[in-house]
């Protein structure tokens, strides 16, 4: 089975500082990860993906995020936070192994960022 | 080019009726999957359709809930005798073929049950 973890409900930071979203996941072998964004009254939008390679993936909007196989983590990162980036934020997985797996979400993590 | 569509974009119901909710997928998307969305929680994966393959029903919550997909594109989701618990935002999705492709999302359908 794969899973995955946003231990934060909510995560509150300032205009202009950097800001973390984290995740860490569960899957059989290599895994496919991927972010998205909802904001308010909409569907998800699509930000990043890590399929393999560099472990660093940059996105849409600025942000990046970290592979790192060994913590089994998948963090969300921005170097200036934007009033505009508050929404809530998912993380998603999926096994690259064995043929088809649905992609199993995280219960998302509410980003504020305030002026 | 258009993106996921989803209609209707908010239905109102009463307990016990039977509700459809459409979604026209990307052209070319050979996957389509729903996704429930309930209030301060993630996704549920209901149902995924594959091509010409059997669909994955294994995210049903109920013999209530079923799903089709005409032509390999336009899907419905079809909630029979309606339930206060069903009440949730309904979220469809599509994507090319293989694990490493992501979803592209509708605008999703809020349905309440009252």
């Known amino acids: 089975a794969q899973s995955v973890a946003q231990p934060e409900d909510q995560v509150n930071v300032a205009e202009g500082n950097p800001l973390t979203v984290k995740c860490t996941y569960s899957v059989s072998g290599n895994p496919y990860l991927f972010w998205y964004v909802q904001y308010p009254n909409r569907g998800l939008q699509f930000l990043l993906k890590?399929?393999?390679?560099?472990?660093l993936v940059k996105g849409s909007y600025g942000f990046e995020a970290e592979f790192n196989k060994s913590q089994t983590s998948f963090h969300l990162k921005k170097p200036s936070a934007l009033v505009s980036d508050s929404a809530l934020y998912f993380c998603a997985v999926r096994g690259a192994m064995g043929g088809y797996s649905t992609l199993t979400f995280g219960k998302g993590t509410m980003l504020l960022v305030s002026p | 080019g258009a993106g996921v569509s989803q209609s209707p974009s908010n239905k109102v119901t009463e307990k016990g009726k039977d509700v459809e909710l459409r979604c026209d997928p990307i052209s070319g998307h050979t996957a389509l999957y729903w996704y429930r969305q309930s209030l301060g929680q993630g996704l549920e994966f209901l149902i995924y359709f594959q091509g010409n393959s059997a669909p994955d029903k294994s995210g049903l919550p109920s013999d209530r809930f079923s799903a089709e997909r005409t032509g390999g594109s336009v899907s419905t989701l079809t909630i029979q005798r309606t339930q206060q618990e069903d009440s949730a935002v309904y979220l469809c999705?599509?994507?090319?073929?293989?694990?490493?492709?992501?979803?592209?999302f509708g605008p999703g359908t809020r349905l309440t049950v009252t």
């Open positions: 890590y399929i393999t390679g560099d472990n």
């Open positions: 999705a599509s994507s090319w073929t293989g694990a490493s492709y992501e979803q592209y």
